[in-house]
T-cell receptor, first 115, second 109 residues
Framework: DAGVTQSPTHLIKTRGQQVTLRCSPISGHKSVSWYQQVLGQGPQFIFQYYEKEERGRGNFPDRFSARQFPNYSSELNVNALLLGDSALYLC??????????????FGNGTRLTVT | QQPVQSPQAVILREGEDAVINCSSSKALYSVHWYRQKHGEAPVFLMILLKGGEQKGHEKISASFNEKKQQSSLYLTASQLSYSGTYFCGTETNAGKSTFGDGTTLTVKP
């Protein structure tokens, strides 16, 4: 079975631009979460979507937005990019909204570089 | 608030044991452990729920003390393949998993 797939794998943008990252969850998984990972740190929670509704939001500015589609795939959008947005963006899927019942399965991430 | 992991880094020889700790200032529903190798995605190892249970995965086991809001990951007779960064994730509210900054484990021959 295919794991979590993310696209693109790498992206270079300039300050002020907008970017859209995409994620396809494991078949049967209805929850998608987005994380930002800066080198040397753990993944920082951005959003969680379950059944196409936002279930959680981390401490990120309104420049960050996301949505989940009827097929449970998801997009993360970041507007007005800043240099500090450079990071690895990880998508994780799970069966349900809580890791108590189902663990997170991560994709390989999208490496975003803002110049 | 993110959990705190200790130590930040560990260097071992093959066959040696290690313990990685994870503590939280908030009450926890669950603790989950992941290993991330350089340039790869984090991979799920195990999840521990309330009740002080222990779990095992090959020679890797973990415990969860909900009263102390702590979890420990035990790596026994370490192998070269155990090298990587270990993250604990904690869930205080359904849908929001918070990760520590990781413990980098290096196993040398």
């Amino acid at each position: 079975d295919a794991g979590v797939t993310q696209s693109p794998t790498h992206l270079i943008k300039t300050r002020g631009q907008q970017v859209t990252l995409r994620c396809s969850p494991i078949s049967g998984h209805k929850s998608v979460s987005w994380y930002q990972q800066v080198l040397g740190q753990g993944p920082q929670f951005i959003f969680q979507y379950y059944e196409k509704e936002e279930r959680g939001r981390g401490n990120f500015p309104d420049r960050f937005s996301a949505r989940q589609f009827p097929n449970y795939s998801s997009e993360l959008n970041v507007n007005a990019l800043l240099l500090g947005d450079s990071a690895l963006y990880l998508c994780a899927s799970s069966l349900g909204p809580s890791t108590v019942n189902s663990p997170l399965h991560f994709g390989n991430g999208t490496r975003l570089t803002v110049t | 608030q993110q959990p705190v992991q200790s130590p930040q880094a560990v260097i071992l020889r093959e066959g040696e044991d290690a313990v990685i700790n994870c503590s939280s200032s908030k009450a926890l529903y669950s603790v989950h452990w992941y290993r991330q190798k350089h340039g790869e995605a984090p991979v799920f190892l195990m999840i521990l729920l309330k009740g002080g249970e222990q779990k095992g995965h090959e020679k890797i086991s973990a415990s969860f003390n909900e009263k102390k809001q702590q979890s420990s990951l035990y790596l026994t007779a370490s192998q070269l393949s155990y090298s990587g960064t270990y993250f604990c994730g904690t869930e205080t509210n359904a849908g929001k998993s918070t990760f520590g900054d990781g413990t980098t484990l290096t196993v040398k021959p």
